[in-house]
């Protein structure tokens, strides 16, 4: 691009990247950024390699983790006897946030998506039938989005977990097509209320 260096044509091409950031929104970034000190553009260059390097999976529910087990598997205080199915860690941050759920969650990392070549051995699915088998979940409930692949992963695990738990899914509170992670958290609490048994 003309009257732009080297390393800002670079920047402004990283941060273009990022998900929901246009060129106008790069340049804005990229111009913010030229007028903080440089200790900012070092903690920021910082804190995103820490992020890089130090967080994994969870062992047992694949939430994000900076140690072996989350934040949420090591709390006592949770009821291990309900557990809350989602597609992605980010969409635990929106559950937390809605201050109605208190159990423990299940991460999916992602949907059953044939056309993407994502089947359900691709998924944590078999690590979910392994939680229910020790015995101690006696609820499932299944919080994917609900678009069209949502639904389909939804209707796979409540014939996958038949017998091994009572499974229900998150009640109308959420438009169709909309994603747990964007929904505010009065309509997620009412969802969390309202869930409803899945029939096999």
Known sequence: ?????????????ALNKLPGVGPRTAERFAFFLLTQPGTFAKELAEAILKVKE????????????????CAICRDPARDKSIL???EHPRSIIAMEKS????GIYHVLLGVLSPLDGVGP???????????LKAGEIREVILATDTDLEGE??????SRELKGLAAV???????PMGSSVEFSDQVTLGRALEGRRQVAG
């Open 121 to 131: 051995k691709e998924l944590k699915i078999h690590e979910l039938k392994s939680r």
């Open 168 to 174: 229900s899914r998150l009640a109308a509170g959420l």
């Open 84 to 86: 809350c199915v989602v």
């Open 1 to 13: 691009m003309r009257g732009l260096t080297a390393s800002m044509e670079a920047l402004l091409k």
């Open 54 to 69: 130090t967080i994994g999976f969870c062992r047992v529910c694949f939430n994000l983790a900076d140690e072996e087990l």
């Open 99 to 102: 201050g109605g759920f208190k």
């Open 152 to 157: 389909a992963t939804a209707l796979y695990l």
